[in-house]
Nanobody
Framework: QVQLVESGGGLVQAGGSLRLSCAASGRTFSSYAMGWFRQAPGKEREFVAAISRRGASIAYADSVKGRFTISRDNAKNTVYLQMNSLKPEDTAVYYC?????????????WGQGTQVTVSS
């Protein structure tokens, strides 16, 4: 089992940047693929980005491609989401998630979320 804690959210103006972090407990972090998801008010949770266990495979939602970068540091048990050129439509609660299998769906473990608000 793995526990996840996100941080780094906040309020930023459109065009600005934020870096989210997700710290994982346990000594098996490198055994998990990691993902970032987001949920805006009144909308379903949606996939943002994913990275495989060693970082060899990465996937992005079309809406964030070229603006967001996912990375991980297995020595620090942490996954990151660098968000640049933020838009008001990026406003959402951002969640990190872990799963044994790399993919865009069906993650087993979830963090509590961190709020990102982008003002116009």
């Amino acid at each position: 089992q793995v526990q996840l804690v996100e941080s780094g959210g906040g309020l930023v103006q459109a065009g600005g940047s934020l870096r989210l972090s997700c710290a994982a407990s346990g000594r098996t972090f490198s055994s998990y693929a990691m993902g970032w998801f987001r949920q805006a008010p009144g909308k379903e949770r949606e996939f943002v980005a994913a990275i495989s266990r060693r970082g060899a495979s990465i996937a992005y939602a079309d809406s964030v491609k070229g603006r967001f970068t996912i990375s991980r540091d297995n020595a620090k048990n942490t996954v990151y989401l660098q968000m640049n050129s933020l838009k008001p439509e990026d406003t959402a609660v951002y969640y990190c998630a872990a799963d044994k299998t790399f993919g865009l769906y069906d993650y087993d473990y979830w963090g509590q979320g961190t709020q990102v608000t982008v003002s116009s």
